[in-house]
């Protein structure tokens, strides 16, 4: 690290005196490693170091950073943002009264890891990605165009503020992902597998090799290839954890978190109401839950607030937002550890961390057992979820289930529908558990590493061919 | 900041290198954030960064850092030339030589370099108050954007240029609600200069949309005449058009135009340019991210696929010249030290036709207007297959006529159908851009056959 936390304290003691100051360094190291069609694409690394800068004056925020870590740089900083926060007085109306009381974090936090990042070459990590490639384009002939990434962040971080917080943070996220696009006769598919966590060298592989995600992304496209389209109707899905863990953030997730209950969202004023089946709980945890490594786990926020679980929905019933120490005082609520920036440049905003579904009683023979008819809806693609709770979520693979059997795999299903709407039908929820979006970003003004999942869930939704 | 560009190139020609780059990105941006009907943020920040590439033995290795001093210069340098060592030998001419490099006027303003966060708070009211004259808007957002940019590119084989640029960009978000349902109206503004900035009319174009909008209902599903307005096209041509002009997309067919050069792919009444040149556009500049002079290039031609954009790494694979589209993009807007260049348009400029836009509307018998689009996105590249959802300033047209606002719809086509299918070219032609996306110029464009699904 460039600074200690003794010298952000000093910086913060000669600041001039406002109602708070808070103090955060972050060194963020991107390594990153892409082959494509058996060459590698490219190999960058990326170090962003500087220190981030927020105030509260009078009621209102301001913000600002440097990568310089002179005295007379972060002092020019900490003015800069009094200024900043001051210009804001005379037009800003409701201004911020309080900061919630928080638990506050003193002490250095890391999260366990098998295998220190840095301890692995290189050269180990260009090799595996390149044979990676090797393997999937070795599959079959029909596959004609292959990539393949490993992505690696390491983050430290010293976050320091006038109402108690000092602590040293640690971070590890690696990823790895495999694409495969098949062809035969004109036709053209893209199936892709990957795994994102938070934790070391060993730990990314550990429930799958890189050989083995290679394989399945080939035969996933190979599969899809020859697969047809489902027909549109509203019917029974069973949705696998990371389709789950798309809905749980995008379609719920978002709409709980305070600022944006502030500016409107459906769920405004539900707190205490029924939005769900009996059989959803719906929860955001900083530490991995249920599993291990979960690719959005943090144990302190960017406010200095120690993370825990933050029950949405228990048993169908709202209980909670997601919150920042500011929405937290506004809503008379505990602040929930979910304030988070990216770099040292960004200035902390509520974001989500690992937005899963509890695990229920069903096995999964159970429910697919039960089901008459409907669909099994693998992998999680690309979808749109809106203010409104309405969602379309595409998934890489749908299995037309019929009297609880699962017969022909069909390819592109989309599902929509109504968030709260569709978490009313829920009638059934395993117990098994996975997190399964840990290689994606989520993107509110700033990217930020995220992960969902759950059991497998049976609801009723529409399904519909992507084309 | 033109010795630490330098520095670190001198650095890295100490060791046994072939080639070397060092590029340097020192910025400012100012954000004003409006939420709430109010302002809610102001933030300043400078970002600095430095990106350093290294060619060794026929392998190239790239890093960067935002810490500018000899030892962290020096770090980075040999992190650049540990990753030539790893990767195999690639098709590689060399890195650019020094051009005649001819300056495009209009993308600096020394009134914008120096404007303050005061006076930017004072531009976000005037965005605010102008959405707030619409007295059925409930709530507003959104956010000012000015950024100042110094640019240093420095490698061995003698180019030493430097660069700066100043950009402004605001967009609201106005919603109104009415009988318990909520519309929404989008406005948007990009300027070089704070001259050419309007922010009044960010305001008021969102607040207009929105009030609008009001009673909107549901279109009928069925295949449709769609009428995109530019700030709706301009999210279909970043986020789903620009990718398959692409050298990297075309070079993995990954493109769905790939065999197609020379080809009719649109109709003839259509051409599609990237214009780096032009003077007042959020990504004109007179040199791309490698040194190479920008230049105005036709991608469609009256309707027949001419070129796809390169930069050095992916013109060498086709032994080609770049094309002057090497971008490391930055955000909001502008550069930034990402250690490796990208291939990318610089303004994705559609041709102007000759309708006005009543004449779009007055000729389509059975249609939609589109405002804004929303969570666009190939569903299949190979293919050009793409959804989106039209969420704002959404309009049913029968016989000729507005009867009224729809409520959102999903749409979904294909871009090869679409691009045959456009039957109306407009004279309205508008910048816009959307977030994390590319500049464009473009007017309304009306497409047949569309299948429109309400969400």
Redesign the interface.
């Known amino acids: 690290m460039q600074v200690s936390v003794e010298e952000l304290k000093k910086f913060m003691e000669q600041a001039k005196s406002t109602s708070y100051i808070e103090l955060r360094y972050h060194e963020k190291v991107l390594n990153e490693i892409r082959v494509s069609n058996g060459e590698l694409d490219r190999i960058r690394s990326v170090v962003n170091d500087g220190i981030g800068i927020r105030v509260l004056v009078s009621g209102c925020w301001g913000f600002s950073s440097t990568s310089e870590m002179s005295r007379e740089s972060v002092m020019d900083t900490i003015n800069n943002a009094i200024s900043s926060a001051g210009l804001l007085a005379e037009s800003k109306q409701r201004k911020v009264e309080k900061l919630a009381e928080a638990n506050l974090a003193v002490g250095t936090f890391k999260p366990p890891l098998n295998g220190n990042l840095t301890d692995y070459s290189i050269e180990e990590k260009i090799k595996l990605t390149i044979d990676s490639d090797a393997l999937t384009k070795k599959y079959s002939n029909k596959i004609k165009a292959t990539s393949c990434v490993y992505r690696e962040t390491m983050d430290q971080k010293i976050i320091v503020n006038t109402d108690g917080a000092s602590a040293e943070l640690f971070n590890s996220k690696p990823e790895f992902s495999v694409t495969a696009v098949a062809k035969e006769f004109g036709d053209s598919i893209t199936a892709s597998e990957g795994i994102g966590i938070t934790g070391g060298w060993n730990d990314l592989f550990d429930k799958k090799s890189a050989n083995d995600i290679a394989k399945e992304a080939a035969q996933k496209a190979i599969k899809l290839l020859k697969a047809k389209r489902p027909k549109g109707e509203r019917t029974q899905v069973i949705l696998d954890p990371g389709m789950v863990g798309l809905i749980s953030h995008e379609a719920i997730g978002h709409t709980v978190e305070a600022d944006f209950v502030l500016s409107g969202s459906i769920i405004k004023d539900k707190i205490g109401q029924k939005v769900a089946s009996d059989l959803v709980t719906l929860i955001d945890s900083g530490p991995s839950q249920f599993k291990n490594g979960a690719a959005g786990t943090i144990f302190v926020d960017d406010e200095g607030v120690v993370t825990g679980r933050t029950v949405i929905i228990e048993n169908g019933i709202m209980r909670s937002y997601l919150h920042n120490r500011e929405t937290a005082a506004i809503f008379s609520a505990k602040p929930t550890g979910n304030a988070r920036a990216y770099e040292y440049d960004d200035e902390p905003l509520i974001r989500m961390r690992n937005t899963f579904i509890e695990p229920g009683s069903y096995s999964y023979d159970e429910i697919i057992k039960e089901t008459k008819h409907g669909y099994l809806l693998k992998g999680a693609e690309n979808g749109q979820a809106d203010a409104n709770g309405e969602f379309m979520f595409g998934s890489q693979e749908a299995y037309l289930i019929e009297n609880g059997e699962i017969r022909q795999l069909l390819r592109g299903a989309s599902i929509s529908g109504r968030a709260l709407d569709v978490l009313m039908t829920v009638d059934a929820v395993g117990k098994d558990f996975e997190y399964d979006i840990g290689t994606g970003y989520c993107m509110k003004y700033q990217p930020i590493k995220v992960d969902g999942g759950g059991p497998h869930i049976r609801c009723i939704a529409i399904v519909g061919g992507i084309q | 900041m033109q010795d630490i560009c330098k520095k670190a190139l001198d650095i890295a020609l100490k060791f046994n290198v072939d080639e070397a780059e060092s590029f340097l990105v020192d910025k400012e941006i100012i954000t004003i954030r409006v939420?709430?009907s109010?302002?809610?943020?102001?933030?300043?920040?400078?970002?600095?960064?430095l990106a350093i590439r290294i060619v060794k033995n026929g392998?190239i290795?790239?890093?960067?850092?935002?810490?500018?001093d000899e030892k962290?210069l020096a770090?980075?340098v040999e992190?650049?030339i540990?990753?030539t060592t790893?990767?195999?030998e690639?098709k590689w001419k060399s890195f650019p030589k020094p051009s005649k490099i001819t300056s495009v006027d209009g993308c600096y303003d020394e009134r914008l370099n120096k404007l303050s966060?005061?006076k930017c708070?004072d531009i976000s009211?005037s965005m605010l108050n102008s959405t707030l004259q619409f007295s059925n808007v409930n709530?507003v957002?959104g956010s000012l954007h000015v950024v100042k940019e110094h640019v240093y590119i420095t490698n061995s084989n003698n180019v030493n240029l430097h660069d700066n640029g100043t950009y402004i960009i605001g967009n609201i978000n106005a919603?109104a609600k009415n009988n318990g349902e909520?519309v929404s109206g989008v406005g948007f503004n990009t300027a070089r200069t704070l001259n050419a900035f309007n922010a009044e009319s960010v305001g008021k174009e969102a607040g207009d949309m929105a009030t609008r909008s009001i009673g909107a209902r549901n279109c009928d599903e069925g295949t449709l005449s769609v009428i995109f307005t530019p700030y709706a096209l301009g999210e279909l041509l970043s986020f789903v058009l620009s990718y398959n002009f692409n050298a990297k997309a075309y070079q993995?067919?990954?493109s769905c135009l790939y065999g197609k050069l020379g080809k009719q792919v649109a109709v003839e009444t259509f051409t599609l340019q990237d214009n780096p040149r032009s003077r007042d556009c959020i990504g004109s500049k007179s040199f791309d991210d490698e040194g190479v002079p920008t230049q105005t290039r036709n991608l469609i031609e009256k309707g027949v696929f001419q070129s796809i954009i390169y930069d050095t790494f992916y013109a060498a694979k086709d032994n080609v010249d770049s094309t002057g589209n090497a971008s490391r993009s930055g955000y909001p807007v502008g550069r930034s030290?990402?250690?490796?260049p990208f291939p990318s348009m610089h303004n994705i400029v559609i041709k102007s036709g000759d309708y006005s836009i009543d004449e779009i509307i007055r000729e389509t018998k059975n249609g939609l207007l589109v405002g804004r689009l929303?969570?666009t996105?190939a569903?299949?590249?190979?293919?050009g297959?793409f959804?989106c959802?039209a969420?704002s300033g959404i309009f049913i047209i029968k016989n000729g006529e507005i009867v009224g606002p729809s409520r959102?719809v999903?749409i979904?086509d294909?871009l090869q159908r679409f691009l045959m299918n456009i039957t109306a070219i407009g004279k309205d032609s508008k910048h816009t851009m959307q977030w994390?996306s590319l500049p464009s110029v473009t007017p309304s464009l009306r497409v047949d056959g569309i299948k429109v699904v309400p969400?």
């Open positions: 939420a709430d109010q302002i809610a943020e102001s933030k300043g920040i400078r970002e600095r960064g392998s290795g790239a890093s960067s850092t935002s810490l500018l962290n770090n980075a992190d650049a540990l990753a790893m990767g195999s690639i966060i005061e708070i009211l709530s957002s919603d909520t993995d067919k990954r030290a990402n250690p490796i929303w969570y996105y569903v299949n590249p190979e293919k297959d959804s959802t969420r959102m999903r979904i294909n994390h969400v």
